[in-house]
């Protein structure tokens, strides 16, 4: 594979933004959020380009992946906000049928981070855990 080139207005080494990558981490920032702050604060453009590793591959080796990847627990999210919305308003078919279909991709995701190694085999989405997960 090619070496990845850094475009030339980064100021910062390979070694550096991985560092920069685990600090922001540290910090409590998800993937996308530490993303972000590298594009805006640093002028660093996507992970990939510049380094040739993901952001999740940089934090799996520096033992600070997600327990839950970020897709998954926005979904999760989502799904605890209409259930909460459908206690207040049982009658709301409309919603209904789209927290079916996020659960469905809920469950399709899950299954493809299981075989991913993301997720250990053993997990399973629960309403109620994730309620739980969500407001921890």
Do not use: C, F
Not at 42 to 63: A, F, N, R, T
Not at 113 to 133: I, M, N, Q, T, V
């Amino acid at each position: 594979m090619a070496e990845a080139e850094i475009p030339g207005w980064v100021d910062k080494k390979p070694e550096e933004i991985e560092e920069l990558v685990v600090e922001l981490s540290e910090e409590g920032k998800s993937p996308s959020e530490i993303g972000i702050a590298l594009r805006d604060q640093y002028g660093i453009p996507g992970i990939q380009d510049v380094l040739d590793k993901s952001m999740v591959e940089i934090l799996q080796e520096h033992d600070l992946e997600p327990d839950i990847p970020e897709e998954l627990m926005n979904l999760m999210k989502q799904a605890v906000t209409m259930r909460n919305h459908l206690e207040r308003n049982p009658n709301d078919n409309r919603t209904q049928r789209t927290l079916k279909e996020l659960e469905s991709k809920i469950h399709k995701l899950t299954k493809y981070y299981k075989r991913r190694d993301r997720l250990p085999e053993d997990w399973r989405y629960d309403p109620e855990e994730a309620a739980l997960l969500v407001r921890g």
